[in-house]
């Protein structure tokens, strides 16, 4: 059957208005970054991952920063990791009281500090354990559970894909997000997509691409290359919400120097909802993301590195000099 990207699907009795998605960010998708998916298009965002033991230590920050939601962000899915089915299902419940849809559980995370708690692409390795924890994650929380897995933890290993038939068959996730690379390559490497077109064919639920999906022009390729039933794009959105549009058929065209300083200014005004005095601080690595598509660089850009206050951010805004190159 034809599917297009702007076509609705259901995850779990969940439906979703399109097949474009926002990847979980670790240390970035919190509710504002969701929203402006959202706002732009996307169908579904996910959230950046959540500790499941900050959670069952009830850590503040935790609790009231990582598990805000926004009520025009809807549906969503929150993202755990963690390696104990039992606090998993405890933080899965706690998770399940701020609103989402779905939950969703991290087993392709590289990052070594995650996986030497035998979390993230450790599980890979782990396949009883990581389909308990599924099943408890669902029982904890009686929503959907969702799941993000690599193709295995070293390049040329399949185990990702064999985990996640089991996780369908025996643990019945309502989805597979499948990044067809191996944990020790990150982000580097050709993804591939034939591994996606296998899990197609050996699991009734939906198979979400993500990995490589930089561009508007990679994503469609990579939709109809790998018969996956959405995309789930991730650096490819940062600084770059468009692509939302473009994928979805809003916008035909890059956004003008304009759009730019007006979405970078509504980040500024977000975070300064989330964070207060500390959003100056905590935006620095948002914006480059939008300098650079402006043209700013060099000491100019370095400027918004120093500042102390949104109001000097606003200030670089309202002053800001767009290269002739970048305003055409």
């Given at each position: 059957?034809?599917?297009?990207?702007?076509?609705?699907?259901?995850?779990?009795?969940?439906?979703?208005?399109?097949?474009v998605l926002l990847a979980p960010l670790a240390g970035i998708g919190n509710w504002f970054v969701r929203l402006q998916a959202r706002r732009h298009g996307a169908g579904l965002a996910f959230s950046e991952m959540v500790s499941s033991f900050a959670l069952h230590h009830r850590n503040e920050r935790t609790l009231r920063e990582m598990l805000r939601v926004h009520p025009e962000e809807h549906p969503l899915a929150i993202?755990?990791?963690?390696?104990?089915?039992?606090?998993?299902?405890?933080?899965?419940?706690?998770?399940?009281?701020?609103?989402?849809?779905?939950?969703?559980?991290?087993?392709?995370?590289?990052?070594?500090?995650?996986?030497?708690?035998?979390?993230?692409?450790?599980?890979?390795?782990?396949?009883?354990?990581?389909?308990?924890?599924?099943?408890?994650?669902?029982?904890?929380?009686?929503?959907?559970?969702?799941?993000?897995?690599?193709?295995?933890?070293?390049?040329?290993?399949?185990?990702?894909?064999?985990?996640?038939?089991?996780?369908?068959?025996?643990?019945?996730?309502?989805?597979?997000?499948?990044?067809?690379?191996?944990?020790?390559?990150?982000?580097?490497?050709?993804?591939?997509?034939?591994?996606?077109?296998?899990?197609?064919?050996?699991?009734?639920?939906?198979?979400?691409?993500?990995?490589?999906?930089?561009?508007?022009?990679?994503?469609?390729?990579?939709?109809?290359?790998?018969?996956?039933?959405?995309?789930?794009?991730?650096?490819?959105?940062?600084?770059?919400?468009?692509?939302?549009?473009?994928?979805?058929?809003?916008?035909?065209?890059?956004?003008?120097?304009?759009?730019?300083?007006?979405?970078?200014?509504?980040?500024?005004?977000?975070?300064?909802?989330?964070?207060?005095?500390?959003?100056?601080?905590?935006?620095?690595?948002?914006?480059?993301?939008?300098?650079?598509?402006?043209?700013?660089?060099?000491?100019?850009?370095?400027?918004?590195?120093?500042?102390?206050?949104?109001?000097?951010?606003?200030?670089?805004?309202?002053?800001?000099?767009?290269?002739?190159?970048?305003?055409?």
């Amino acid at each position: 059957m034809t599917r297009e990207l702007t076509d609705p699907f259901d995850v779990g009795g969940v439906e979703i208005a399109n097949r474009v998605l926002l990847a979980p960010l670790a240390g970035i998708g919190n509710w504002f970054v969701r929203l402006q998916a959202r706002r732009h298009g996307a169908g579904l965002a996910f959230s950046e991952m959540v500790s499941s033991f900050a959670l069952h230590h009830r850590n503040e920050r935790t609790l009231r920063e990582m598990l805000r939601v926004h009520p025009e962000e809807h549906p969503l899915a929150i993202q755990l990791f963690g390696s104990d089915p039992e606090v998993i299902r405890e933080a899965a419940a706690i998770v399940a009281a701020a609103g989402p849809a779905l939950i969703d559980l991290n087993m392709g995370c590289p990052v070594p500090k995650v996986c030497k708690t035998g979390a993230g692409a450790a599980l890979i390795d782990d396949p009883d354990r990581a389909v308990a924890i599924a099943r408890a994650a669902g029982e904890g929380s009686g929503l959907p559970v969702t799941v993000k897995v690599r193709s295995g933890v070293r390049p040329g290993d399949r185990d990702g894909v064999e985990l996640a038939v089991r996780l369908a068959a025996e643990a019945g996730v309502a989805a597979i997000c499948l990044h067809p690379r191996s944990a020790a390559v990150h982000h580097k490497g050709t993804p591939d997509y034939g591994l996606v077109r296998e899990l197609k064919r050996r699991v009734d639920v939906p198979v979400i691409l993500s990995g490589g999906l930089s561009t508007a022009a990679r994503a469609r390729e990579a939709f109809e290359a790998s018969g996956a039933d959405a995309v789930m794009i991730a650096r490819g959105g940062l600084g770059y919400p468009w692509i939302f549009g473009e994928l979805t058929g809003a916008r035909d065209a890059p956004p003008r120097p304009g759009e730019i300083v007006a979405e970078l200014r509504w980040i500024v005004d977000q975070a300064e909802r989330h964070w207060g005095e500390r959003a100056a601080r905590n935006l620095r690595k948002f914006y480059p993301w939008y300098l650079e598509r402006l043209g700013i660089g060099g000491r100019d850009a370095h400027a918004y590195q120093r500042v102390a206050s949104l109001d000097e951010v606003r200030e670089l805004l309202e002053n800001a000099r767009i290269p002739l190159a970048a305003a055409v």
